[in-house]
């Protein structure tokens, strides 16, 4: 192999392996501050009519903080065309749902019923490049709470230490580089387990390495035209 081609095939192999999870969304450029995996064994509530509430708090102007809610799933029953929003949502029906936090409130709402389980992924990001100056001191809170199908009371008590009910909390910081610390709250009949995501880059390499082969054949062809 050339070895110009060489060095090219390996630029375009390293180029490839760096690119994020995130880089052919419509969030690029936004920084990761976890992906978590969230599971809510709801079997002692099976058959209730319920509503979950994705409440974000933000500090607006402040920091530019995202929360995603995706892979929404349970052996209850929902339309994931019915739902309620509030401020600063952008949903894509049947796939995600994205808070931002342009806006003091914003919520997106869920209503179901209740089977043994939900599973949801929460993506935690933000822009560093977006934040104001002197506006960022107080923390973006981001909330989740199993309601009555109105969205009005909550169906579980739990050791939210805000007395909202939450069944989880995460709080991001005030400082760059900004973090977002997640908290599970014990609630009554509930388990809730969240598990970390690791990011795993999309495969890129393929159509870069494709590219790198075809200037191979073409090298290749020409060579052959010059022995002739």
């Known amino acids: 192999m050339n070895k110009i081609l ?41 058959g209730i009519s319920a509503g979950l509430s994705f409440d974000f708090l933000a500090n607006s102007p402040g920091f530019a903080d995202f929360v995603r809610i995706s892979n929404f799933e349970t052996d209850g029953a929902f339309d994931f065309l019915s739902f309620d929003t509030f401020g600063d949502v952008s949903v894509n029906p049947g796939s995600n749902a994205t808070l931002g936090s342009s806006v003091d409130f914003s ?26 100056p002197g506006s960022t001191d107080f923390q973006n809170i981001f909330t989740v709470t199993l309601t009555d199908e ?47 995501v690791a990011a795993v880059p999309l495969p890129a390499a393929l159509p870069l390495m494709g590219f790198a082969i075809s200037i191979l054949a073409g090298l290749q062809k020409r060579r052959k035209l010059l022995m002739v």
């Open 6 to 46: 060489i060095n090219i095939v390996v630029a375009l192999s390293l180029s490839a392996g760096s690119a994020s999870v995130w880089s052919n969304a419509s969030m690029g450029g936004i920084n990761s501050l976890g992906v978590y995996d969230i599971s809510i064994d709801t079997s002692t509530l099976n």
């Open 150 to 196: 109105t969205g009005e009371d909550s169906l579980v008590q739990t050791d939210d230490s805000e007395g909202t009910d939450a069944l989880l909390q995460a709080d991001f910081s005030i400082t760059l580089p900004q973090t977002a610390a997640l908290s599970i709250f014990n609630a009554s009949g509930l388990t809730i387990t969240a598990t970390p």
């Open 107 to 132: 919520q997106f709402f869920q209503p179901l019923v209740l089977g043994d389980f939900v599973n949801f992924r929460l993506d935690f990001r933000n822009d560093p490049d977006a934040v104001l």
